[in-house]
């Protein structure tokens, strides 16, 4: 399946502050890519979806111009948090379809707001 | 909203069979069921998915009842590593349809 890796594992910032997270799909290119927030001991919750050349489409409730996303090239999307809150806090994973109806997920980036 | 059901938890002796099972009473005729493993800390793991017919891949089996009303997924021989949480999930298999995550059962294996 198509392997997929994100960028940082863990970052610590301090309030205020922006933190970009980078998704990489490392054998397949994707047009789209999904990226997800997870809380503790919550489900995944899809935050928008990521398209190569043209404007991220945004689930409700999640804003635009605070989580910011360029899907510059068909194997790299990039999320950042702008001007993160300790609540912005979360487990944020991307994910990537491999074209045979099949998602692959990445690791995982942990965000730490203090 | 999630279209499946599924148990909160559940616990396995290593070794045996490990059972998920899960509802999706209002599938459409065009969806998929596809199954997901979330090990702690770490991104979301495919596993399987099936229209109708029963399938088996390495990792486990997908047995789908005849009126598509539900589904089990199985862990032939569970080990240690299969600690998870197990995500039924139904969608149309097109590339461009994220997934949409339900709160997924917990498997515990236990030595």
């Known amino acids: 399946g198509a392997v997929v890796s994100q960028h940082p594992s863990r970052v610590i910032c301090k309030s205020g502050t922006s933190v970009k997270i980078e998704c990489r799909s490392l054998?397949?290119?994707?047009?789209?890519m999904f990226w997800y927030r997870q809380f503790p001991k919550k489900s995944l919750m899809l935050m928008a979806t990521s398209n190569e050349g043209s404007k991220a489409t945004y689930e409700q409730g999640v804003e635009k111009d605070k989580f910011l996303i360029n899907h510059a090239s068909l194997t790299l999307s990039t999320l950042t948090v702008t001007s993160a809150h300790p609540e912005d806090s979360s487990f944020y994973i991307c994910?990537?379809?491999?074209?045979?109806?099949?998602?692959?997920f990445g690791p995982g980036t942990r965000l730490t707001v203090l | 909203d999630a279209k499946t059901t599924q148990p909160t938890s559940m616990d396995c002796a290593e070794g045996r069979a490990a059972n998920l099972p899960c509802n999706h009473s209002?599938?459409?005729?065009?969806?998929?069921v596809y199954w997901y493993r979330q090990i702690h800390s770490q991104g979301p793991q495919y596993i399987i998915h099936g229209l109708k017919n029963n399938e088996t891949n390495e990792m486990a089996s997908l047995i789908i009842t005849e009126d598509r009303k539900s589904s089990t997924l199985i862990l032939p021989h569970a080990t240690l590593r299969d600690t998870a949480v197990y995500y039924c999930?139904?969608?149309?298999?097109?590339?461009?349809?994220?997934?949409?995550f339900g709160t997924g059962t917990r498997l515990t294996v236990i030595p």
């Open positions: 999930i139904v969608r149309v298999a097109s590339w461009a349809n994220n997934l949409f």
């Open positions: 209002t599938i459409s005729g065009n969806e998929y």
């Open positions: 054998d397949f290119q994707a047009t789209t």
């Open positions: 994910s990537v379809w491999s074209g045979e109806s099949e998602q692959f």
